[in-house]
């Protein structure tokens, strides 16, 4: 795959900051960047804006949004006033997506979760409404349904996102999370024939990972036959771009130009984007 038809997550290179993140994306070639909230904190967004512009990157999407969850209303309140900040942030930004981790509290059930996950999102679509901003649900791996999303795979979202039907809500579809999904291609095809399928994450699945969060793999070191996954988007009509999304200390530890240069290898075997 060409370069120019990826994006990196900032937090893929956790120890740049985003003035070095937007050159090194650059500078290796790569075609986008997709801005964690982490790294913006304090900035004059303005100014990030501009430099992402000046760079000749495509900004992708803002993340994160999400975590509806909470034991009280002042709580999910508080997250609705967080959401809406996001956006804010992404219209800032001139990033059209929000990506949304929805949330799970420990002591409620999923089922509880995923009403409140729900009720979230609604009621910050009227706000994205305004801004022009896409809302992404990120479906994560069940083994965080219990303190990160009640919403753990392809079905659970399109189900989500077929029932609020906006046409700025759609899912964001990671490897990592939904590889493991016996009907993956048809989840796949129901949302991007609906054209729902907003963005696509890569990274790998390591099933001997030290750290339930901190040890992700490159496409290819892993159990997640990314390739596979990344013809059954791609032949589906999808032709945004490929997300790079890895959390890995072993690779924070190492210069983040080598891991770069790793990164645009491992996407050598992925397919290009059908562009009309
Ligand atoms: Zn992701």
Redesign the pocket.
């Given at each position: 795959m060409q370069l120019c038809h990826t994006t990196i997550?900032t937090f893929t290179t956790k120890p740049w900051s985003i003035d070095q993140c937007i050159e090194g994306y650059a500078r290796h070639g790569f075609g986008g960047i997709s801005v964690w909230r982490e790294h913006i904190a304090g900035k004059n967004l303005a100014h990030v804006r501009q430099k992402i512009r000046d760079s000749g990157l495509q900004g992708t999407s803002l993340?994160r949004g999400g975590f509806f969850t909470s034991h009280t209303e002042e709580g999910r309140k508080a997250a609705i006033v967080e959401n809406q900040k996001a956006i804010m942030e992404a219209e800032e930004l001139g990033l059209p997506m929000v990506?949304l981790v929805c949330g799970a509290t420990p002591g409620q059930i999923p089922s509880e979760n995923y009403v409140q996950i729900e009720r979230g999102i609604e009621e910050i679509l009227p706000f994205a409404e305004a801004a022009g901003i896409r809302l992404a649900v990120?479906p994560l791996h069940p083994m965080y349904a219990g303190d990160r999303s009640a919403v753990c795979s392809m079905k659970d979202a399109n189900d989500l996102v077929e029932r609020l039907s906006h046409p700025l809500l759609g899912v964001?579809l990671?490897v990592?999370?939904v590889w493991w999904e016996l009907n993956l291609l048809e989840e796949i095809e129901r949302c991007a024939d609906e054209s729902r399928l907003f963005?696509f994450?890569v990274?790998d699945f390591k099933p001997d990972m030290n750290h339930v969060l901190l040890d992700r793999g490159l496409p290819g070191e892993g159990i997640c036959n990314v390739g596979i996954i990344d013809q059954w988007v791609k032949q589906a009509g999808f032709c945004g771009h490929t997300?790079v999304?890895i959390f890995s200390q072993r690779y924070w530890d190492m210069d983040q130009d080598e891991f770069l240069k790793k990164i645009a290898i491992s996407l050598q075997p992925l397919a290009d984007p059908v562009l009309d």
């Open positions: 997550h993340v990506v990120e964001a990671d990592y999370h963005a994450h990274c997300e999304e």
